[in-house]
T-cell receptor, first 111, second 110 residues
Framework: GESVGLHLPTLSVQEGDNSIINCAYS??????FIWYKQESGKGPQFIID?????DKRQGQRVTVLLNKTVKHLSLQIAATQPGDSAVYFC??????????FGAGTTVTVRA | ETGVTQSPTHLIKTRGQQVTLRCSSQ?????VSWYQQALGQGPQFIFQ???????GRGNFPPRFSGLQFPNYSSELNVNALELDDSALYLC?????????FGPGTRLLVL
């Protein structure tokens, strides 16, 4: 089965608010994680990544947090915009080559 | 845009037929991975090619096969198509761990 999963399949957020998307993983040996955004009809788009020797990494309007103790990572999106509406996947690298994806969280931004 | 392109964008086949999907890697990337994404699910790893050799394979039967060419472009071939093969097929190219995806090929098997 999949080793990466997301806590909630859907998230509705008011435009301008912050969004938090959660993900739990089961493989304690995983050392590299990626968040992807997938819009309807498109391939997954790289957002941000983090290695296991880090707790936090920031990008433009996005922050990824990694808690290795409880095997949990989250993606925070600041000031959510309509263009952020998409399905978000966390993925981990297994065996140094393959990405293992969770089922995804669908984010809907309310105007 | 990632620079990864795939063709065709859409395809309709009938059960038992064979299909070939194509992928062009982003410039400078020597590794290509293929994924199958069923509706409403996350992508599932099929296999990866590095410098024209298969570098790893997921839980897919042998009727799923691939090639990588000297220019690092790649093909995914599926023989004896089944209805459950209907999905979005994604390729991703990489130089190190980070994989960048193309737009996918939507395959419908009737």
């Amino acid at each position: 089965g999949e080793s990466v999963g997301l806590h909630l399949p859907t998230l509705s957020v008011q435009e301008g608010d912050n969004s938090i998307i959660n993900c739990a993983y089961s493989n304690s040996a995983s050392d590299y994680f990626i968040w992807y955004k997938q819009e309807s009809g498109k391939g997954p788009q790289f957002i941000i990544d983090i290695r296991s020797n880090m707790d936090k990494r920031q990008g433009q309007r996005v922050t990824v947090l990694l808690n290795k103790t409880v095997k949990h990572l989250s993606l925070q999106i600041a000031a959510t915009q309509p263009g952020d509406s998409a399905v978000y996947f966390c993925a981990e690298i297994l065996n140094d080559y393959k990405l293992s994806f969770g089922a995804g969280t669908t984010v809907t931004v309310r105007a | 845009e990632t620079g990864v392109t795939q063709s065709p964008t859409h395809l309709i086949k009938t059960r038992g037929q064979q299909v070939t999907l194509r992928c062009s890697s982003q410039s400078g990337h020597n590794t290509v991975s293929w994924y199958q994404q069923a509706l409403g699910q996350g992508p599932q790893f099929i296999f990866q090619y590095y410098r024209e050799e298969e570098n790893g394979r997921g839980n897919f039967p042998p009727r799923f096969s691939g090639l990588q060419f000297p220019n690092y472009s790649s093909e995914l071939n599926v023989n004896a198509l089944e209805l459950d093969d209907s999905a979005l097929y994604l390729c991703a190219s990489s130089f190190r761990e980070t994989q960048y995806f193309g737009p996918g090929t939507r395959l419908l098997v009737l």
